[in-house]
Every structure is written in C-alpha cells, then in structure tokens.
C-alpha cells in the first residue's frame, strides 16, 4: 500500500459507513415508518446477496 492509499478511503468503509448513516435515519423514524423502511432495506440486502457475484474490486 503506498502512502497516498492510506488517506483514499476503501469502498467497503464507504459502504459501511452509508449503511449506519441509512440505519441511523431508519431509528430516527416513527415506528410505522421505521417498519417499513427495515422492510425496504432487508430487500435491498437480501437481493444484494442473492444476486450473481461481483468481480473483485
């Protein structure tokens, strides 16, 4: 890893950090709206795993 990678964040951390910002709207939400939001967001995931592999980054 060369010194200008350190500083260049990874998709993954990008990823993350997109999913407890979504989650953290989601928790901030009335229940009825919370429900449903955690129902889109379990699709979301489940069709991200089971859909074809992606190559590696």
Known sequence: MSMSD???PRSDESDHDGLV???RVI???PLETRAEAF????????AELDGPD????
Do not use: N, T, V
Not at 39 to 46: I, P
Not at 54 to 57: E, G, M, N, S, V
């Open 6 to 8: 350190e500083h260049e």
């Open 21 to 23: 910002s979504r989650l």
């Open 27 to 29: 928790e901030d939400q």
């Open 39 to 46: 129902g889109q967001l379990y699709a979301e995931l489940r």
């Open 54 to 57: 992606q190559p590696a980054r």
